[in-house]
């Protein structure tokens, strides 16, 4: 199987240099099929508006956008090994949107050719705390979700004396989407009369799946709550025993669920509540559907040690005693104690929740149409030079 995927690699790689320039002036690049969520809304208008053709390259051999159908659009599975690195490498002139931070730092470098790079971001997390220091350093532009974006970016650049990058004011696609299917269809969170309780962590060895999980799925069971966790893709992927060792331990119990699926929205449109530590999707979660979140406060994580040098503090710190309660790791014999208060407040949170959003998040339910008008002005203004 990795014969034959390095093959189909080398390939697509292949295939995608033969189009013809006007064809592939526009890129998109996905490291795996769960980044088509945050491109989709985007590429949909673009594929709206536009007839000369956009190109998608994937690393992922089951990307579901491999077997679309359309005319406007050339799908390219280019692996993550070789095929991808020398393609890369050698990009012909285009604007590359993707949403894989620490361009130029690994295996994908900026191609020898005038290409411009535009990150699209794969959270509505702050740039600052739990990305590396020049995790963007090498991008030309960035479509921002909010004004903490901006701000965090150009304080940035004049820490590090960095030239100043094109921020476009976009917004954040997959909160458009769970707003829009929110409002369009019955929640079954109520489903045999039991309150549904999700668990999503962030990735890391002291976040709630490598830590602390157990004893708070034991609670929220033994007090009559459904319970699902969904592990972060990551630790899927590098620590997977961790998320085993949790279904094996609970699964005689009916009202215990494990999701891997993190594509799919049902979890959080089905969930009355959820409990996190840093995970972006506490934030999608809250915002998305107006509902409260009880943090759990594991340490930091920290994957730039020189934060507090930019003096400004990180929206996921902020926001957090805003759109639920936070829980200090010593106390989670009151879990449920402090859900049993969070569901009966549950209305209460929603107005002071539209607010925070409205206040950190751009064009909601209009960041597709956005985006692509950013997209098209850059490729407008290449034009012209």
């Given at each position: 199987?990795r014969?034959?995927?390095?093959?189909?690699?080398?390939?697509?790689a292949?295939?995608?240099?033969?189009?013809?320039?006007?064809?592939?002036?526009?890129?998109?690049?996905?490291?795996?099929?769960?980044?088509?969520?945050?491109?989709?809304?985007?590429?949909?208008?673009?594929?709206?508006r536009?007839?000369?053709?956009?190109?998608?390259?994937?690393?992922?051999?089951?990307?579901?956008?491999?077997?679309?159908?359309?005319?406007?659009?050339?799908?390219f599975?280019?692996?993550?090994?070789?095929?991808?690195?020398?393609?890369?490498?050698?990009?012909?002139?285009?604007?590359?949107?993707?949403t894989?931070?620490?361009?130029?730092?690994?295996?994908?470098k900026?191609?020898?050719?005038?290409?411009?790079?535009?990150?699209?971001?794969?959270?509505?997390?702050?740039?600052?705390?739990?990305?590396?220091?020049?995790?963007?350093?090498?991008?030309?532009?960035?479509?921002?979700?909010?004004?903490?974006?901006?701000?965090?970016?150009?304080?940035?650049?004049?820490v590090?004396?960095?030239?100043?990058?094109?921020l476009?004011?976009?917004?954040?696609?997959?909160?458009?989407?769970?707003?829009?299917?929110?409002?369009?269809?019955?929640?079954?969170?109520?489903?045999?009369?039991?309150?549904?309780?999700?668990?999503?962590?962030?990735?890391?060895n002291?976040?709630?799946?490598?830590?602390?999980?157990?004893?708070?799925?034991e609670?929220?069971?033994?007090?009559?709550?459904?319970?699902?966790?969904?592990?972060?893709?990551?630790?899927l992927?590098?620590?997977?025993?961790?998320?085993?060792?949790?279904?094996?331990?609970f699964?005689?119990?009916?009202?215990?669920?494990l999701?891997?699926?993190?594509?799919?929205?049902d979890?959080l449109?089905?969930?009355?509540?959820?409990i996190?530590?840093?995970?972006?999707?506490?934030?999608?979660?809250?915002?998305?559907?107006?509902?409260?979140?009880?943090?759990?406060?594991?340490?930091?994580?920290?994957?730039?040690?020189?934060?507090?040098?930019?003096g400004?503090?990180?929206?996921?710190?902020?926001?957090?005693?805003?759109v639920?309660?936070?829980?200090?790791?010593?106390?989670?014999?009151?879990?449920?104690?402090?859900?049993?208060?969070?569901?009966?407040c549950?209305?209460?949170?929603?107005?002071?929740?539209?607010?925070?959003?409205?206040?950190?998040?751009?064009?909601?339910?209009n960041?597709?149409?956005?985006?692509?008008?950013?997209?098209?002005?850059?490729?407008?203004?290449?034009?012209?030079?």
């Open positions: 199987m014969f034959l995927n390095a093959l189909k690699s080398w390939r697509g292949k295939a995608f240099q033969r189009l013809p320039s006007a064809t592939r002036q526009l890129v998109f690049y996905a490291e795996s099929r769960d980044y088509k969520k945050y491109f989709w809304p985007v590429l949909e208008e673009l594929l709206r536009k007839n000369n053709g956009i190109c998608y390259l994937t690393s992922d051999p089951e990307d579901p956008l491999l077997s679309i159908k359309h005319s406007g659009l050339h799908v599975y280019v692996g993550s090994g070789s095929a991808r690195i020398y393609l890369f490498s050698v990009l012909p002139s285009c604007v590359l949107v993707m894989l931070p620490d361009l130029n730092s690994f295996h994908i900026r191609s020898i050719n005038n290409v411009h790079y535009c990150y699209l971001h794969h959270s509505m997390v702050s740039t600052h705390m739990i990305y590396r220091t020049h995790a963007f350093d090498s991008f030309d532009s960035v479509l921002c979700v909010g004004p903490h974006h901006i701000n965090e970016t150009r304080a940035h650049e004049q590090n004396e960095l030239p100043s990058k094109r476009f004011q976009h917004g954040y696609g997959p909160l458009d989407t769970l707003i829009s299917l929110a409002k369009s269809r019955t929640s079954d969170a109520n489903i045999h009369g039991q309150h549904h309780v999700l668990i999503a962590p962030s990735w890391g002291d976040t709630l799946v490598e830590s602390n999980a157990r004893p708070i799925v609670q929220l069971l033994n007090a009559g709550y459904r319970v699902t966790v969904r592990p972060h893709p990551r630790t992927l590098i620590a997977p025993q961790t998320a085993l060792s949790l279904e094996a331990h699964s005689n119990d009916p009202n215990f669920a999701d891997s699926d993190s594509s799919s929205l979890v449109l089905n969930a009355h509540i959820m996190s530590d840093w995970s972006g999707v506490a934030m999608e979660f809250a915002f998305g559907l107006e509902r409260p979140v009880l943090f759990i406060d594991v340490p930091r994580k920290i994957l730039n040690s020189e934060y507090a040098e930019l400004l503090s990180p929206l996921e710190v902020e926001y957090r005693h805003e639920g309660q936070v829980l200090p790791v010593d106390q989670l014999g009151q879990v449920v104690q402090v859900i049993n208060t969070l569901i009966t549950t209305t209460d949170y929603a107005d002071n929740i539209r607010q925070i959003r409205n206040k950190w998040v751009f064009n909601i339910a960041s597709g149409a956005k985006g692509a008008d950013c997209l098209l002005e850059l490729l407008q203004d290449r034009e012209s030079i």
